[in-house]
């Protein structure tokens, strides 16, 4: 590939527009006069530092898709948030001392789903559990489907029909009083299905927007939209919960629905769309295979190399019409997906992780609840404090794993500190304030790695050099391992309420603990090839010197 000039917004003229070598493919007799209001011209200097490489087309991108995913996990947050209403409101109450127990009234007839509580709160695990292995086997086929469609088409259905699926689901049933298992069970496989085309899709669009440099940071901080739509879930949940727990499904599903809309109209998939082109992203440049198999993901000879062909700082630049374009990449089978390099071990490890993470997720305000007295707002509330924790830590751990420029060994220590936290919050006190600390910790060492595998490191799997840059894996390679992860959550919730009936909870943390050791195994060789390039690293510097 030729070397391209590069130049700052300050030296954009339209002399050197007409001599400039371009990267996107536009025809120069197609653009306008004044190129400036149609392409978003080179960024500023490098003296300008890291966010100097970024347009305001890489905001909207950032915002539409991180608030995409708010408003997805706000709306399945919800679920888990108004269990205990829910399990109330299908099962018979007396209404005053005279009254028989089950009696064949009108206050049987108005709730006949179940018995009493416990075949309520069963009935509840096994739609956590009928979603997430639904959810797993979608997560298989939209990657796919994303790597080959418009994303944006598959991800305003994604948003709309879950959007769609959750109203009937919880608040159109309520308000019929219809209450059928065989209803539930099948709206719930299907919202699973549908919420699985969303998060590929996201991530996705992300690695399209945001090459290698930074993406620890960028995807660390974007990854918080997970725990963001929790806090927002919980919040909503709480504050209409007084009036009815439909209430609570009518407010996340209307506003699911209306940034559905608003990502169809507004989302743009790809900086070609707009006439850009990332240039300091992977793959530009091909490289042999066999010399790819040992090094890791990350590593500094990638980028190295790359700077010898390619503009230097993630600039972009325009290539004149009548250069050739590249061809469009092609999308990778899911089987040659699967065996790429760090696919199966990263899969692995987070199908671990992600039973811990969900266990949290679906179960923490019912623990809280049910474990100290708590009223269900109040342990709603609380239940926060593991979401900021995962913020925090997703962002943190991923800067550092840009700095080291490897992320195998922040994840391993992470996840050993995890352990501890574990041990830690499974004897917290009764008391609120040490329970939110205690909760904030370990959400920091449990929802980080979490978030840096789902995001981060999915995209380096997806943008790695073994795809010579010919081909498009990154959807795919997103919904493999989010979805092997997700058919580890779905075995986990029915795991964590059979050794919660039979064994009690403090079984259920050491689980966990088991569980989260299990994540450092599985990639424990990926961490050993990272920390001898990291000494090797080292040595020849210090030679050098």
Sequence with gaps: MKKTDCYSVADWTVDRWSHTSVDVYVNKTDLHPLPSLL???????????????????????????????????ASRKTFSNVKVS????????????????????????????????????????????????????????????????????????????????????????????????????????????????????????????????????????WSACASVGNILGAFLASSVLKYGYEYAFLVTSVLQFAGGVVVFFGLLTSPKEVGLCLESETGLRPVERDADSHRPLMSDEEDEEGSEEVCDGGYYTIRQGDEEPRETPKAIGFCQAFCLPGVLPYSLAYACLKLVNYSFFFWLP????????????????????YDVGGIIGG????????????????????????????????HSPPDQVVNAALLATTGFFIGGPSNMISSAISADLGRQEALR??????????????????????AGQYLVS???????????????????????VFILPLIVTEIRAMWRERRARTQEL
């Design 39 to 73: 392409v978003t011209p080179v960024m500023s200097s490098p003296c300008c530092g890291f966010l100097a490489q970024y347009t305001h087309h890489h905001l909207v991108a950032f915002l539409l898709t991180f608030f995409s995913y708010v408003l997805l996990h």
């Design 86 to 221: 829910i399990s109330a409101q299908w099962t018979p109450s007396v209404q005053n001392a005279s009254s028989p127990a089950f009696s064949p009234g009108e206050t049987w007839e108005k709730n006949n789903l179940f018995a009493d509580s416990d075949g309520a709160t069963l009935f509840l695990g096994v739609l956590d559990t009928i979603f997430l292995f639904s959810y797993a086997a979608g997560l298989y086929m939209s990657g796919v489907i994303g790597d080959r469609m418009n994303l944006r088409y598959v991800l305003s259905f994604g948003l709309c029909g879950s959007a769609i699926v959750e109203f009937v689901f919880g608040t159109l049933t309520e308000w019929l009083q219809f209450y059928n298992i065989y209803l539930y069970c099948g709206l719930w496989v299907l919202n699973g299905l549908l919420q699985s085309a969303v998060w590929p899709c996201v991530v996705a669009v992300m690695g399209n927007w945001f090459g290698k440099s930074g993406r620890g940071f960028v995807f660390g901080l």
């Design 366 to 385: 019912f623990y809280l609840s049910r474990n100290f007295g708590w009223k269900e707002a109040q342990a709603d509330r609380l239940s926060v404090w």
């Design 395 to 426: 962002t943190i751990q991923g800067l550092i794993s840009d700095f080291m420029g490897k992320r195998a060994p922040v994840l391993a220590v992470s996840l050993l500190l995890a352990m501890g936290a574990l041990v830690g919050y499974s």
């Design 469 to 490: 840059g010919s081909q498009e894996a990154l959807a795919t390679v997103t919904g493999i391992v989010d979805g092997t992860g997700s058919i580890g959550a779905a």
């Design 498 to 520: 059979v050794i919660e009936s039979k064994l009690g909870w403090m079984f259920v943390f050491y689980f966990f603990i088991v569980m989260t050791g299990c994540s450092i």
